[in-house]
C-alpha cells in the first residue's frame, strides 16, 4: 500500500502511524523524525533545520524533497507511509512526477480532522522543543497556508478520505483500517 497521512501540526499523524506499521508493515517515512534525527545528530542540516523548526516555520522544500526521494528511489515493495510529507504544493508535485517515474501510484491519502484547540492542548502537554505556544501558533498559520491546500489538491485527483482524529487513539485506528482493508493488496489478503 501507498499511504500519505495528511493532516495539521499534533492531529496525530506520528501517533497512528505507529499503529498502521504494526498492522500492515509498510515502510514508515516521516520528514519529521529525519530532520529531528540530523538536528540530534548535529549534522550541517541538522543545525539549519533545527532553527527553522523551533520558529514553526517549514524547512525548504529542497531538503525535504532531496531526503524523501533517496528514501523511495530504493524502496523496496512493501509500499509506503509517508507522515508529514508533502506538506506544500510543490512537495506534492514533486512526489507526483516521481512517482509516476517510478510507477508507484498512491493509493489514498488520509486527512486527520481534528481542530487548532484539542491540538494546542495536546502539543502544549508534550513539551518537544517546537512546543511553546507561539511556535505552535506559527505552526498552525503556516499550515493553514501551506499544507491545508492539499486537501483540496487529492481530492481532486480522488484519493483523499477523511478521518475523524478526536477520541481515543485505539478507535481512531480502526477507522483508519476499515479504510485501509480496501486497499489491502488482494495477494497479501489471501497470504
Ligand atoms: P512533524 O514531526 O511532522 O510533527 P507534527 O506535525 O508536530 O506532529 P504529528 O501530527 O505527527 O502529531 P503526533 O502524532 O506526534 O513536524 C515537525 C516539524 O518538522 C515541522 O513543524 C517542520 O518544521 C518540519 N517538517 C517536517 N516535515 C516537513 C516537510 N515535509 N516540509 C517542511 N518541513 C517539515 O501527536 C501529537 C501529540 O498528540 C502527541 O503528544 C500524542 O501523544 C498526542 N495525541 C495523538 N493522538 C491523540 C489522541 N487521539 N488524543 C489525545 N492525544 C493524542
Redesign the pocket.
Known amino acids: 500500500m501507498r499511504i500519505i497521512?495528511l493532516?495539521?501540526?499534533?492531529?496525530?499523524?506520528?501517533?497512528?502511524?505507529e499503529a498502521i506499521v504494526k498492522k500492515y508493515q509498510v515502510r514508515h517515512l516521516?520528514?519529521?523524525?529525519?530532520?529531528?534525527a540530523e538536528v540530534a545528530a548535529g549534522s550541517p542540516l541538522g543545525r539549519q533545520?533545527k532553527e527553522?523548526?523551533e520558529a514553526?516555520?517549514?524547512?525548504?522544500?529542497a531538503?525535504?524533497l532531496g531526503m524523501?526521494e533517496q528514501r523511495l528511489v530504493n524502496n523496496d515493495t512493501r509500499g509506503f507511509l509517508l507522515?508529514?510529507?508533502?506538506?506544500?504544493l510543490v512537495?506534492a508535485e514533486a512526489l507526483d512526477a516521481l512517482l509516476t517515474r517510478l510507477e508507484q501510484p498512491l493509493d489514498v491519502v488520509l486527512f486527520?480532522d481534528?481542530d487548532y484547540e484539542?491540538?494546542m492542548q495536546?502539543?502544549l502537554?508534550?513539551n518537544?522543543s517546537?512546543?511553546n505556544e507561539e511556535t505552535i501558533r506559527k505552526?498552525l498559520q503556516?499550515y493553514e497556508q501551506e499544507t491545508a491546500p492539499l486537501r483540496q489538491y487529492y481530492d481532486n485527483k480522488g484519493l483523499l478520505r477523511t478521518v475523524k482524529?478526536?477520541?481515543?487513539?485505539d478507535e481512531?485506528s480502526t477507522r483508519i483500517f476499515q479504510i485501509l482493508e480496501e486497499f489491502v493488496p488482494q495477494t497479501a489478503k489471501a497470504g
Open positions: 497521512l493532516g495539521a501540526p499534533g492531529s496525530g499523524k506520528g501517533t497512528q502511524s516521516s520528514t519529521g523524525d529525519m530532520l529531528r533545520a527553522i523548526m514553526g516555520q517549514l524547512v525548504s522544500d531538503i525535504v524523501i507522515d508529514g510529507f508533502p506538506r506544500t512537495q486527520f481534528v484539542e491540538i495536546r502539543l502537554a508534550r518537544r517546537d512546543d505552526r503556516v482524529g478526536v477520541g481515543p487513539i481512531i
